[in-house]
Nanobody, 126 residues
Framework: VQLAESGGGLVQAGGSLRLSCTASGRTNSGNAMGWFRQAPGKEREFVAA???????YYRDSVKGRFTISRDNAKNTVDLQMNNLQPEDAAVYYCTEEWFGSMRATPSRNSAAWRNWGQGTQVTVAS
């Protein structure tokens, strides 16, 4: 499975960006898709995920500001990011994984996800 992200860039604090990710190759029905991010000198951290049944999961600091969505037929997942803050700046990675069922809760641990995109940079100017 190949994952390709797009949509990163530079934005002023309070601004918005929309990240998109498309999965291609040997994609599997039922997989969860999600977004992680990694800032310089920090570990990769969970941002948001959605299982095949469209249940959503967010880290607390982005709830109410970020929205994850997906199109199962097109194998795409998007992340709408509003009211961006300097602490949101990072490389954002798209990921997908099978967690045992279409309704399973995706892991918030990056080690549990095997398929990753190359990442897209999000920079937030204060």
């Amino acid at each position: 499975v190949q994952l390709a992200e797009s949509g990163g860039g530079l934005v002023q604090a309070g601004g918005s960006l929309r990240l998109s990710c498309t999965a291609s190759g040997r994609t599997n029905s039922g997989n969860a898709m999600g977004w992680f991010r990694q800032a310089p000198g920090k570990e990769r951290e969970f941002v948001a995920a959605m299982n095949w049944a469209h249940t959503t999961y967010y880290r607390d600091s982005v709830k109410g500001r970020f929205t994850i969505s997906r199109d199962n037929a097109k194998n795409t997942v998007d992340l709408q990011m509003n009211n961006l803050q300097p602490e949101d700046a990072a490389v954002y990675y798209c990921t997908e994984e099978w967690f045992g069922s279409m309704r399973a809760t995706p892991s918030r641990n990056s080690a549990a996800w095997r398929n990753w995109g190359q990442g897209t940079q999000v920079t937030v100017a204060s």
